[in-house]
């Protein structure tokens, strides 16, 4: 209990410093999404879109939709936008006092200042009325064959039990000719491990968690969500047997000034580029005539 409430209050103590960060990076994710699509033909207002594990604040949902698009975002979670007291009931139903607490905190502290961050930033209004949210698991969703044009995910990909039969789904789900842009947070990254203590590795590094802690020696085990611990490898053949894929996005580099020759040699099975790169985003197409086998 009490190593719980020490982890809820760095949590806390995060999102007072940085909850505008998190609106930042955001629309930052957003553009150049919306940017590296459009190198692909693709025209967001043109799409019928898919979030996967929206989330809480549903940003990327909301963005989507916002600029046009025919957005929907599912989560196992229950998220549905405002304050009711209907919401958190929902919460409490489906995922549970832990989830309720932590959503009524950022409910009531920081997300009102998080969109108005997001709205400053964006060149087109905030659209909160009309916002399409549903509780779905992605490996197994009701929704028929070729329903989507464009498939999008940030940082959720880690916390997926099975990678196969998500990749699967999502390859009945789009259209023929669509696309998926899927960011996956790195777990050999600095922050791949989610300390919260390396949210920030190059601005705010840690005083007590060791760099890497998560694939040396395991300290500091307490993270605020499960995470499945794969390698870049795993998402490879999770996906290449139902899409064909067109890029293979590395995006941030972090703790390069951290990674010592000690630790390096400690870590000799990842790359360099394993340890140094935070995340990948994953431009697929979905292979229609079959799957490869």
Known sequence: MVRRLKLYTSIIGYALRHHLDFAREHHAFFEKMREDLRGYGVELDRCRVLDV????SYWLTLLLHSAGARATGIDTEFVEPGRGPGKYLG???????????????????????????????????????????RSQDVTATDYPDDTFDLVVSHEVFEHLSDLGPAARELS???????????????FASLSGGHHIAWKYPDSEPSTTVPPWDHLRRKL??????????????????????CFEILDWMPLAREGEALLTPEIRAELAEYSEEELLTKGYVIVARPLKTGIKT
């Open 172 to 186: 009945r789900l789009l259209k023929p000719g669509g696309l998926t842009y899927i960011y996956f947070h790195n």
């Open 220 to 241: 500091y085990p307490d993270i605020p969500s499960w995470i499945n611990r794969l390698r870049v490898r795993d998402y490879r053949a999770a996906f290449e047997p």
């Open 91 to 133: 919460i409490l139903r489906h995922n549970g006092l832990d989830r309720t607490l932590r959503t009524l905190v950022w409910d009531w502290t920081f997300g009102r200042w998080y969109y108005r961050e997001l709205r400053e930033r964006c060149p087109f209004p905030l659209r909160f009325a009309g916002v399409e949210l």
């Open 53 to 56: 594990g929206c989330g809480k």
